[in-house]
């Protein structure tokens, strides 16, 4: 009996903490560097988890790992300063059958109100080093993580209409 209600308990616990993930209050700093430092730290992770930084549309989408899941912030410029603004839980991955690599579509939302179209993903291959993927007719090499497997890319189409060739 009092297994099964520490298993409801433990439900309703990450129930709540999904659902108040996107209420996180941004913090403000001085500059960039300050704002990414900041944001990893407030993840607990150094800077090491950093993959890769991508412009989009006057907004720096950062990108880093935590265990085995991808991580993203979006670093905007406001009257406060500088945030690290994150409005997406990790995403993790695991692996399906005989799958090579699995995928995740998402978008983000800056402070600025900026939607920007992720797409994410891990590679179970350890021969696939490198996907290329067709945006819309946009073809863009996304390359793959060695420790973690990850990948990602900043994309305009729809997630339906994506299409990725892995590359051995």
């Avoid at 690599?101 to 291959?125: H, P, Q, W």
């Avoid at 073809?139 to 051995?168: M, Q, W």
């Amino acid at each position: 009996m009092h297994k099964l209600l520490g298993f409801f308990l433990l439900i309703a616990g990450l129930s709540l903490a999904g659902c108040s993930f996107g209420d996180q209050e941004d913090v403000w700093f001085d500059s960039k560097e300050e704002a990414i430092e900041g944001g990893l730290q407030q993840n607990e992770l150094n800077k090491s988890a950093l993959l890769a930084f991508e412009e989009y549309r006057g907004e720096t989408i950062v990108f880093f790992k935590r265990d085995e899941s991808l991580g993203t912030a979006v670093i905007s410029e406001g009257k406060k300063g500088v945030s690290w603004h994150r409005d997406h839980p990790y995403n993790g991955f695991e692996a399906g059958g005989d799958l090579p690599y699995s995928t995740v579509g998402f978008d983000l939302e800056s402070n600025t109100g900026e939607k920007i179209s992720i797409l994410a993903g891990k590679v179970f291959d350890s021969s696939i080093q490198l996907l290329r993927l067709n945006d819309g007719g946009v073809i863009k090499e996304l390359k793959v993580d060695a420790e973690s497997g990850l990948f990602f890319a900043i994309h305009e189409a729809p997630y339906s209409s994506l299409v990725i060739n892995p590359i051995k």
